[in-house]
Structures are given as C-alpha cells and as structure tokens.
C-alpha cells in the first residue's frame, strides 16, 4: 500500500533549507502575494513500515537577543567578546532514538541516531560562521560528546574538554524505562520524579534536584571563571539546562520552556558571579535538520 501523505501550511519569512535528510521534512513555495509558504510532513513508524502523516502546531522557542555575540546571518568571525565576562553557548546534545521512544535515559550511555547527527551538524556549521571558539566542553556521556565533537572539528579543530559533571541528572530506578511505564513499574521512584521537593533523590541511586544544580551550576562558574573574553560552547543535557537556566534567572519567575535537542542557549558569566541570559532556545539552524517539537528531556524526564 503507498505511503499515506497529509499536509499543512505554514506561513513563514523565507528561511534556509539545507539539503538534510530530517524527521520533518518541509518545502518552500511562493504565492503570488509573495509569501512564502512551508509545507510540513512528518514521518513516523509504525510496525509496518514508515508513513507520513499531519505534525501537530509546533511549538518553537527561538529567541535571539540583539545584544547576543552572534554574527550568523553575516559570517563574520569576531575574535573575542568584552573582557568582563565569559560568553558560554550551552547546546543540548543532538537526538537519541531513546529521546524519540521517550526512553528515560539519566546516566544511561546512548549513542545519538541518524536525525541527532545531523542536528550535530546543523549547529556546528551555524557556529563556525559565527564568532571564534576558543574551547568546547562536554559531558563525557556519548550523546554530548558526540555532538561536540562535531563542533569541535568545524571550529578549528578543537579538542574537545569532558566534564562528568556535565552529565544528565541520574533517575535512579527509572533509566531504560518509556516514561509512560514509570508510573506502573517504579512508582515510589517516579513519585520521587514528580515531587516538588527540590531535595528528594530518586530510589536506585537518583540524584535530587539540588544534588543536580550544585555539581553543574559549579562546573560552569568555573568555567567563565577561566575564559574571561572568551566564547565557549557547553554541550550538555536537557535536565542541566534547566538547572542552569534557574541560576541565570534567579528571581525573575522566567521558566525554560522546553529543551529542544541542539538548542542554542547564550549566557554571559561575570565577576563575582553575575549570571545573564542573552538568547534562548534558539533552533533556527534546525530549518532543514528537524528537531523533535516535544522537547522531551529535562529535570522530570531525561536529555
């Protein structure tokens, strides 16, 4: 039986499609008023093969600061940011075919699939026309390193620094499960999951949320410690981001949102321990890789 094929509309400003293979594939028209349209079809598997079918609204976060260091649209590559603070673009790594199952993955070493690659390579590129990198960091996890990696050898050949405290939150009991199954198979685990708690550790050796915070708010301070006028990436987990987010937005009621796989998020760390988010959530270099719209990964669930 053929592929079964549903389309929408979307309208958009005209935008740069690579020639990527992605889990949503979209194509650019024109209408006479000049508007120019996407269509978007999303493939998913079924347990006879692949189909395309209608994508729900997607729901993208991608907020550019004009007071952010970036110099995409134009190429040009400025050597070094203000020498009171650190700029640190923090990346959640690149898709896992555990992000796509929505598999709890914690401290579980999973390897990016084929749409994570090519994510990897999407905000690699974005970032080599961009501003010099003078170091890429990463969780020693295979899915951030990997994403980094790819950064790191399209920026100047850079070797890549681990950081084990970079790492996902531990989820104790919950790792390897769907999510959906938690609730039945481990259920004091994932009731330690949902707790508003911010120091209740998951049964199985879980962290808690302040466990978490500590060891990654932590490792960045020491990080823009160490590259005052520097540009650094941070290639990390969906649950550190949001950590991380907490800290630069203390006091101000501001939430994360979801965090998307290779998501770009700038911070400016300055003396003593100023933390401040110029840009967040960005994905605008995903216009021909694809990305998944349900964000899944962070504190409740698992980057």
Not at 31 to 50: A, C, D, H, M, W
Not at 204 to 215: A, M
């Amino acid at each position: 039986m053929g592929a079964l094929r549903t389309w929408r509309q979307l309208e958009s400003p005209a935008v740069f499609l690579s020639p990527l293979i992605s889990r949503h594939n979209l194509l650019k028209l024109s209408n006479p008023n000049g508007t120019n349209k996407l269509l978007l079809q999303r493939r998913r598997r079924t347990r006879y093969g692949s189909i395309s079918v209608a994508s729900p609204p997607l729901n993208v976060t991608a907020v550019i600061s004009p007071m952010a260091d970036t110099n995409f649209s134009t190429g040009v590559e400025r050597d070094s940011v203000d020498r009171s603070f650190t700029e640190i673009i923090v990346i959640r790594h690149g898709e896992t075919e555990w992000n796509a199952e929505k598999r709890i993955q914690g401290h579980l070493d999973i390897d990016l699939n084929d749409v994570g690659r090519q994510q990897a390579v999407a905000v690699a590129e974005r970032l080599s026309r961009e501003s010099k990198i003078y170091a890429v960091y990463s969780s020693d996890l295979k899915r951030a390193l990997e994403t980094a990696e790819t950064i790191a050898s399209r920026c100047g050949g850079l070797q890549v620094i681990q950081d084990p405290n970079l790492r996902e939150r531990h989820l104790g009991d919950l790792q390897g499960l769907v999510y959906s199954d938690a609730p039945k198979m481990k259920t004091k685990a994932y009731e330690a999951l949902q707790s508003h708690g911010n120091d209740v550790e998951i049964p199985g050796g879980g962290e808690s949320l302040n466990q978490l915070y500590k060891r990654c708010t932590n490792s960045l301070q020491a990080i823009g410690s160490k590259h005052r006028g520097e540009r650094v990436v941070v290639v990390t987990h969906g649950g550190v981001i949001r950590a991380l987010h907490e800290r630069a937005s203390l006091g101000t009621g501001h939430r994360a949102g979801r965090i998307l796989n290779v998501s770009v998020n700038v911070l400016h760390l300055s003396d003593p321990d100023k933390w401040v988010i110029k840009s967040w959530g960005d994905v605008s270099h995903l216009n021909g890789a694809g990305y998944l719209d349900s964000g899944f990964g962070g504190d409740r669930t698992s980057g």
